[in-house]
């Protein structure tokens, strides 16, 4: 079954710890894109891969760090200097396409114990 | 810069009436513009999407949207709400630069549909 999986569902980060939320897919696009979520706010982009080894800020990258040395994974840690992580996060890829939607994963809510 | 406007954040219908929820946009390109639904703690689906091909875009689960040019507008309707369509409802724009495709999108509506 084609999708994006992101793991865990739910997770807590106590204080000065770093944490890392999983972002895996199976789609085979090159794109992908992780947001983050806060009522009322919309989705704001953190971090964009086009392309493997590489990627790229997006609005709000301060405080997150990202990888992607595989194509099918594209991991986000939130790192200590996040002074508000509480957030849902949202992964997404896509077909390096203009016109093609994002797809995305089924979310991962950070919250601070 | 690519933006979009989503006026009102909550809309409440009966079921069976008309839905309509607004979107507008500003983009110095022609835009590709999307649709997509959340239902809560999940991620989004996309329900349609404007690529140019025709200005009437049908989706699914029922819904349809126009692009108006002169009116920089992308409205999401569907004739009858059902209960199910109780979700939250986001309207983006690609933002182009740099060779890179990004979507910007709306603070998002939130449809309620009362029995």
């Known amino acids: 079954d084609g999708g994006i999986t992101q793991s865990p569902k739910y997770l807590f980060r106590k204080e000065g710890q770093n944490v890392t939320l999983s972002c895996e897919q199976n789609l085979n696009h090159d794109a992908m894109y992780w947001y983050r979520q806060d009522p009322g706010q919309g989705l704001r982009l953190i971090y964009y891969s086009q392309i493997v080894n590489d990627f790229q800020k997006g609005d709000i990258a301060e405080g997150y760090s990202v990888s992607r040395e595989k194509k099918e994974s594209f991991p986000l840690t939130v790192t200590s200097a996040q002074k508000n992580p509480t957030a849902f996060y949202l992964c997404?890829?896509?077909?390096?396409?203009?016109?093609?939607?994002?797809?995305f994963g089924d979310g991962t809510r950070l919250s601070i114990l | 810069a690519q933006s979009v406007t989503q006026l009102g954040s909550h809309v409440s219908v009966s079921e069976g009436a008309l839905v309509l929820l607004r979107c507008n946009y500003s983009s110095s390109v022609p835009p590709y513009l999307f649709w997509y639904v959340q239902y809560p703690n999940q991620g989004l689906q996309l329900l349609l999407k404007?690529?140019?091909?025709?200005?009437l875009v049908k989706g699914i689960n029922g819904f349809e949207a126009e692009f108006k040019k002169s009116e920089t507008s992308f409205h999401l309707t569907k004739p009858s709400a059902h209960m199910s369509d109780a979700a939250e409802y986001f309207c983006a724009v690609t933002r182009s630069g740099a060779g890179s495709y990004q979507l910007t999108f709306g603070k998002g509506t939130k449809l309620s549909v009362i029995p």
């Open positions: 404007y690529t140019s091909a025709a200005t």
């Open positions: 997404a890829t896509t077909d390096y396409d203009f016109n093609q939607p994002q797809h």
